[in-house]
């Protein structure tokens, strides 16, 4: 049993309860026993002091690539929870989109068993959930048995990296998934509009001579599934909103009523293609980075709560992949150790966001969202616990990455805001420089 | 461009520098045989100058000859030290010198490294029965076993001078100084590349 | 010609002429001026670069190009060594990171490089100290043949400055049209692209060029007709239904150019497709410049080569320029 944990003279921002001020937290039994001003707590209690440092619900990120089984050069469950840990976050959703695939329970229950087992020998990091997929080995025909995945633990189902882009296909799954009450995350985009695209179509694509996505590659996906959900009631998710278009869309569903939700990546908040000028391996994602215009759409539907969620969509991918011709290296970007420092950054210190408005965006929305455990606080639930200092400055340096992958377009960024403790199930799972 | 160089003696005027171009073009008449297929090439950016008045001249002197001008650019030995890249300019010779008289004109002889490249330059055009060299100054200092036929002049130049010649085409008028380089150290590149 | 290169500093590579100066273009073209009559010698070489070692590394095949260039290496007394992606390790698989730390360990002086990615070249010359001539790279750029093209607009009409030039065909997949639509703009050209809209790629008015639907309308307003090559995998990618169709709507016959000035040139990079996008009565015709276009190309590879090889490396990093 680990000791009571006392954190004191914090400022405690916890959006779920309404909570912005100086208070003491006490953790006991992995969970939240109080958060009130002067706990003296049990005399066996760590007590550490906060003040001047921000005490919030641990970060969620629903949107993560770990590459494990299959790829563990580029990640593993064990590194990535690690990684997750040092960003601030106490919960992240595993992508199945690994080799081979979590198309079965076996496969999902073997991430979350992977993510226990170095948690219980104190290397843990945070709590990974597995998204399982939602058809056979993600080619996007067969659904998988939904039921079984959800038993060994399975959080939602997904085919991401690959679209689900047979529409009846998705109708089915929208319907089937009610029944389990769990999302269906979608990775939206047309692959015969896409075609062979390597970045954002439009001028800087045309000058660089690199092939081009259309923003309706990602519109069209979402139109059509925000009709599919409307039709079967169920809940789609749209994944790393990168498009104007979209978060039109997204509007317009969620005045109606229907089940649609959505999530932007901090990297489409700070950047546009402009990052991919110089041939930048390292700003070529799917969806692309876009324009301004779309930057700015983007920004707006988070601020206005249309997009409910900040997720990374890390994509950990190894240095020699991506040290190559533009066409032939791989899509992706790690986020989870920079995500706060760069929302901070690009919302807060800019007065977009309040800092409960981004905790809310990074934790209790997607754990609303998504009905899961977490984004709060209030005594008695688990103690998953962020702790950061949202002034302090530093640069980016991939180099003290605890991923192991460093592919980040934010290398040499000055950023604000940085994590010094993150505590899951009231265990500190990661200590950063004062 | 830096401060212009301190002109230190002007050693031939204009009517003086147009003897002494006569006085070569007299001596060439006299030595090539009158029935010679004469080549005047001309080394650029003055030789080229220099080539066409003495060709004036020998045209009064002897029948026909043909004038060429060479742009030894591509044949210098010190590509790669150079500060500056040099301009690269056309050379034109008219007819082949497969058996030909050539008679290579310049301005100045120094070093003789421009010689060095001119000759291996003409060789890429023919074969020349015989190859003579000409110029208006020769200022001693060589460093290849290269020495004029005929010379205008022999000027002796103290360490840190340079002999400038100067051309309608280029100066406006006809003239040979000796320049002081020292006070003007990077001076124009056109002084002494010799 | 009187400023013939003097000075001229190009930095240590050639990958796009967006990363070049109005200057350091006409600059270019002016030191081809001198390098023409070299081709012209009884014995076409002269010494400049003897002892300097040139890889011709073409990753996609090329052969205009790369004979091209190998005179152009070979009459500088270059030494040469061609790598093509038939029977090399490019085959088996090796990396370009890979390609290019081995020829840096070989120190050779200069690399020519055809790719099919776009980029390859920039991503070559950033990491090898050698001097990199772009010679195609995927969709973005070909420098050297917007040069020759240059070359042999000003070779006719005197100068680039206000001549219309409107490029006919495939613009979307075309590195010799956005190389063109640089240089000539930067040489102070008003351009035009003209094809199928379905080749017409996305926001190219922003890099300053008009866009005409129909060809007629191009040729009416132009005085330079570049014509591109059209690639017969565009048929199967179905960006046009049919080469008798392409020829139908947007080759260029004598008939269509009726309408044209009567001092109106027709460029084509080559190879042609005689009757799909150019008819052989306009390729052979008193219009066409395709052969001086052939001969320029030597002679403006020379000069890169040339200016290339006498650029001093501490100056290489300053006046590399970034792609933007």
Known sequence: MTRPLLLTGGRVIDPSTNTDAELDLLVVDER???????????????????????????????????????????????????????????????????????????????????????????????????????????AGEQMTEIGGLVEAGAVAVTDDGYPIADPLLMRRLLEYTQRFDIPVLQHAEDMALTAAGVMNEGAVATELGL?????????????????????????????????REAVGLIARGRERGVRITAEVTPHHIALTEEAVRGYRTEAKMNPPLRTEQDRLAIRQGLIDGVIGIIATDHAPHHYEEKEREFDDAPFGIVGLETALSVCVTELVSTGDLTLSQLIDRMSCAPARTMGIDGGTLQPGSPADIVVFDPDVKWSVDPGQFHSKSQNTPFVGKEVRGRVRWTIVAGEIRYEGEA | MPTDPIITQTLFDESATK??????????????????????????RRGDSIAESIGEHLRGIRGTLAIGSLDITLYRDDFGQIDSLPRVGTTVIESSIDGAHVVVVDDVLYTGRTIRAALNELADFGRATKIELCVLIDRGGRQLPIQPDYAGHFAEVAPGQEISVRVPTIDGAWGVDLVDRSAALAGSSEVGEE | MTDNGEGLRLGKDLVGLKDLSREQILGILDTAEPFKEISERPIKKVPILRGQTIVNLFMEPSTRTRISFEFAEKRLSADTVNISSSGSSVQKGESLVDTARNLEAMRIHMVVVRHGSSGAARFLADRIPSNVINAGDGQHAHPTQALLDLLTIRDRFGDIEGRRVCIVGDIQHSRVARSNIWGLLKCGAEV?????????????????????????????????????????????????????????????????????????????????????????????????????????????????????????????????????
């Open chain 1, 32 to 138: 939240v026993m109080a958060v009130e001003q002067g706990i003296s707590g049990p005399d066996d209690a760590v007590r550490i002091s906060v003040e001047g440092l921000v005490v919030a619900p641990g970060l969620i990120d629903v949107h993560v690539h770990f590459r494990e089984p299959g790829g563990e050069h580029k990640e593993t469950i064990r590194t990535g929870a690690k990684a997750a840990a040092a960003g601030g976050f106490t919960t992240v959703w595993a992508m199945p989109n690994t080799d081979p695939p979590l198309d079965d329970p076996a496969a999902v229950g073997y991430v979350r068993e992977e993510a226990r087992r170095w948690a219980r020998k104190g290397e843990g990091g945070a709590r990974v959930s597995p998204v399982g997929a939602a058809s056979k080995g993600l």
């Open chain 1, 211 to 243: 092939r081009g996505i259309p923003n309706v590659s990602e519109a069209a996906v979402v139109a059509r599934d925000m009709f599919l959900a409307e039709l079967t009631g169920g809940h789609v998710h749209i994944q790393h909103i990168s498009t």
């Open chain 2, 19 to 44: 003897n002494l171009l006569l006085e070569l073009a007299q001596q060439i008449g006299q030595t090539v045989p009158p029935a010679a297929h004469l080549v005047l090439v001309g080394i650029r």
């Open chain 3, 192 to 324: 035009a692209v003209c094809g199928p809209k379905t080749l017409i790629p996305a926001g190219i008015e922003d890099l300053g060029v008009q866009v005409f639907g129909r060809v007629e309308e191009g040729i009416e307003w132009c005085d330079v007709l570049y014509v591109l090559r059209l690639q017969l995998e565009r048929m199967q990618g179905g960006y046009v239904p049919s080469l008798r169709e392409y020829n139908r709507v947007f080759g260029i016959s004598s008939s269509r150019l009726q309408q044209a000035a009567s001092d109106m040139i027709v460029l084509h990079p080559g190879p042609i497709n005689r009757g799909v996008e150019i008819d052989s009565a306009v390729a052979n015709g008193p219009r066409s410049v395709i052969l001086p276009q052939v001969t320029n190309g030597v002679a403006v590879r020379m000069a890169v080569l040339y200016l290339l090889a006498g650029g001093q490396p501490e100056f290489a990093e300053s006046a590399k320029g970034e792609d933007k």
